[in-house]
């Protein structure tokens, strides 16, 4: 007995040593995070000793990143399963003052994956777990992250507004928010000035601030929940904000806000915003972002996507292989030649376009669009294969509803028609066509090639298809009016096809009934 007694005492104090042993539950693609105290003293917690940590997944394969430090003397372990079953993991302070071990068992969840491209068609976004994702994507002005009123203005904003925003936003079926001043304050009048958002970074003391990361982590669990996916319109490196320019400093920066963010599934990265090498204005170099942007997919272990905020025009960084997909600011226009080959042009294979300033109604530096320039806006652009960023302001982009986000300031009807458009291309299941116009003479085609080709023709008229060899069934659709469905018989070789004579733009769509 005094022997087991012994036993047991020793096996206590291994454990005291080496931190202790936890084993807790999650779901899949939901954060794990689990605590460890170091009470050893250190002048810089954040760069004088690290926390390195080796998790082993339920299939034995192995992934290693770091932890963070939490303040308080304690430090933080944080990561994104992405497998079912029992993890392993141990983690390790770089002096060796600590050690510390535990299991967790992943469960399923009701959540689809981590935001990524669209495994079998990455012209498209989509999910980890194979799952199409058709973005709704919203601009949020500065005041999002916000906690109490403006300092400069007075004007009100609390938990309770960013809520009654959060569920206007999911009632009218958006999915996406791309917010001003995040991850960094944007510090100009009118564009976050005042705002009091979270501060990462201490400019004076050169470190990350532990307790604006929770708070701006409070908000981003709520979106999580909510399934709301977030763009960082300011991304790391924002204009006009605090981020270090040290190279050290900025490792630091870049490092420790990854290990806290990189976690979550609906967070993709951006490199910085808005526009770092705007030709009159610039403050990031082409070096610079590049740079960053090749930091960034090395220290980012989840496999987020990556991008970076352009200038108007075409991107010129496009083809970097740190960058998963473009944002593109522009073609602001309602000729649709002009936007669909702007689009396209800025479409490279295998990445996936986000375009973020493509459509903002309202906002003074685009085209005064009508309803009618909406709808069509919104058909072009999709059939190019660009998810759109959608707005709704009266001025600058931290004006109108963007800027206020009070639903009652909301012009309910625009953003019905941009979701209605939307809902016509996910019935047809359009992930699974890419864009295809060399095989048209007329319009904009989608086409899954041999078995559904989608022309949508913007002012009518006949098209000529060169589809592959088969007997296709005609439908016609009034592009103006979805529920006007014409049987235009059958077709072996695309020719010849005119739209009804009524409706000023159509769809084609072409089905290959044998396959």
């Excluded at 003074?364 to 069509?376: E, F, G, Q, V």
Aim: charged share 20%.
């Amino acid at each position: 007995m005094v022997q087991h007694r012994i036993i047991y005492s020793l096996c206590l104090i291994i454990l005291l040593i080496s931190g202790c042993r936890k084993s807790t539950e999650t779901g899949i693609w939901q954060i794990f995070e689990s605590t460890i105290e170091n009470r050893r003293t250190y002048s810089n917690p954040f760069e004088d000793v690290s926390l390195n940590v080796i998790c082993t997944r339920p299939d034995g394969t192995i992934v290693g990143f770091p932890g963070f430090y939490a303040g308080n003397h304690t430090w933080k372990i944080r990561l994104m399963p992405d497998q079912t079953g029992r993890w392993k993991f141990t983690a390790e302070f770089s002096d060796r003052s600590k050690n510390f071990t535990g299991t967790f068992l992943c469960n399923e969840s009701d959540l689809p994956g981590l935001v990524t491209l669209y495994e079998a068609n990455p012209v498209w976004f989509g999910y980890s777990s194979g799952m199409p994702l058709l973005l709704r994507s919203f601009h949020a002005g500065d005041r999002f992250f916000a906690d109490t009123s403006n300092l400069i203005t007075g004007d009100e904003w609390s938990d309770v507004q960013r809520n009654r925003f959060l569920d206007w936003l999911q009632e009218n079926r958006y999915n996406t928010l791309s917010i001003a001043s995040h991850y960094l304050n944007r510090n100009t009048e009118g564009r976050g000035k005042g705002w009091r958002t979270p501060g990462l970074w201490d400019s004076d003391r050169q470190i990350p601030v532990p307790e604006e990361f929770d708070r701006m982590e409070k908000v981003l669990n709520e979106l999580a929940g909510r399934k709301i996916i977030v763009f960082p319109f300011a991304g790391f490196l924002g204009r006009n904000s605090d981020f270090p320019t040290d190279p050290d400093k900025l490792e630091l920066y870049l490092s420790y806000t990854i290990a806290r963010l990189a976690p979550y599934w609906n967070i993709v990265f951006n490199v910085g915003g808005p526009e770092p090498t705007l030709p009159h204005s610039p403050y990031l170099t082409r070096e610079e972002i590049i740079n960053a942007g090749i930091r960034i997919k090395e220290l980012n272990k989840s496999g987020n996507l990556i991008t970076v905020h352009t200038p108007t025009g075409d991107s010129e960084f496009m083809d970097e292989p740190w960058l998963d997909f473009v944002t593109l600011q522009g073609p602001k226009t309602t000729d649709h030649k002009v936007l669909y080959e702007g689009l396209m042009r800025n479409h490279p294979g295998g990445k996936g376009l986000y375009a973020q300033e493509t459509l903002w109604p309202g906002n003074k530096y685009h085209p005064t669009y009508t309803n009618s320039d909406i709808r069509k806006n919104t058909i072009v652009a999709t059939m190019a294969a660009a998810m759109i960023n959608f707005a709704d302001m009266n001025g600058d982009s931290s004006s109108g509803f963007s800027g206020s986000l009070d639903p009652e300031m909301a012009n309910n009807e625009i953003h019905a028609i941009f979701h209605n458009t939307l809902d016509f291309f996910e019935s047809l299941g359009y992930y699974k066509m890419s864009p295809m116009n060399e095989i048209t003479d007329n319009g904009y085609c989608l086409a899954l090639s041999g078995k559904e080709y989608l022309v949508y023709l913007g002012e009518g008229g006949t098209v000529n298809l060169n589809p592959e060899q088969g007997e296709y069934s005609v439908i016609w659709i009034n592009a103006s009016d979805l529920q006007e469905i014409i049987n235009g018989g059958k077709t072996k070789d695309g020719k010849g096809l005119t739209s009804p004579a009524h409706g000023d733009d159509w769809f084609l769509r072409l089905i290959n009934n044998d396959k």
